[in-house]
């Protein structure tokens, strides 16, 4: 008789074993692990691939404006190296302390190029640069020539009006690895939306 109540009791399944799970909290399940794998790959792409940059300040008028943001592609830069007239994202060499500031400005200089500010006028390598992006001549002094070493970038902004752009006219050559990417698109506002 034992033995027979014991099986009965063995045989009684709980309701808390078979009740299914109910559907929201399936479809809660499913949603967490879409945004959570969702999340990764935004940061994998922001992390190696590109992010968005907002423009402050006027030193790149007319080519950009504040508040402008950009598309900034960051693999560009491990497949191939910056080149003249590429509008770069880099690291302040100004900047002090953890505080890491990032400036936008125009490659106009390669590794080998030699640069000059004579009257007004960007020269490279002896030959007079037509800058079709500039809306003045430049109006700071006369640079007097440099010969850019191995892996350094001479950089400007697209302001030339007297003090508007701080860039290697003040800070020297860059390196490449202070460089984070390149500007591709304004992606904000909608109505400015292009290509650079």
């Known amino acids: 008789m034992k033995a027979k109540a014991r099986d009965k009791q063995m045989n009684v399944s709980?309701?808390?074993n078979t009740a299914p799970?109910?559907?929201?909290?399936k479809e809660l399940?499913?949603?967490?692990?879409?945004?959570?794998v969702s999340f990764a790959i935004v940061m994998v792409l922001?992390?190696?691939?590109?992010?968005?940059?907002?423009v402050q300040g006027?030193?790149?008028?007319?080519?950009l404006h504040e508040r402008e943001w950009?598309?900034?592609?960051?693999?560009?830069?491990?497949?191939?190296k910056p080149k003249v007239g590429d509008i770069v994202i880099l690291e302040d060499p100004m900047s002090y302390g953890d505080k890491e500031e990032l400036l936008v400005k125009r490659v106009v200089g390669v590794p080998g190029d030699r640069l000059e500010i004579f009257n007004k006028e960007l020269y490279r390598?002896?030959?007079?640069?037509?800058?079709?992006?500039?809306?003045?001549?430049?109006?700071?002094?006369?640079?007097?020539?440099?010969?850019?070493?191995?892996?350094?970038?001479?950089?400007m902004g697209d302001n030339r009006h007297a003090r508007a752009s701080k860039d290697s006219r003040i800070f020297g050559t860059v390196k490449e690895s202070?460089?984070?990417?390149?500007?591709?698109?304004?992606?904000?506002?909608?109505g400015k939306f292009k290509a650079l």
Not at 29 to 36: E, F, M, P, R
Not at 46 to 54: E, Y
Not at 128 to 155: C, G, H, N, R, W
């Open 14 to 16: 709980s309701p808390e």
């Open 125 to 155: 390598n002896g030959q007079l640069v037509e800058e079709t992006y500039i809306d003045s001549a430049i109006e700071d002094l006369d640079f007097m020539p440099i010969q850019l070493a191995k892996d350094s970038y001479f950089v």
């Open 58 to 63: 006027h030193s790149m008028e007319p080519t």
């Open 70 to 80: 950009l598309f900034v592609n960051k693999l560009v830069y491990t497949l191939g």
């Open 21 to 25: 799970k109910p559907a929201w909290l």
């Open 29 to 36: 399940w499913d949603w967490t692990k879409t945004i959570v």
């Open 178 to 190: 202070t460089i984070r990417g390149r500007a591709d698109f304004i992606v904000w506002p909608l």
């Open 46 to 54: 922001h992390l190696f691939v590109f992010n968005l940059s907002t």
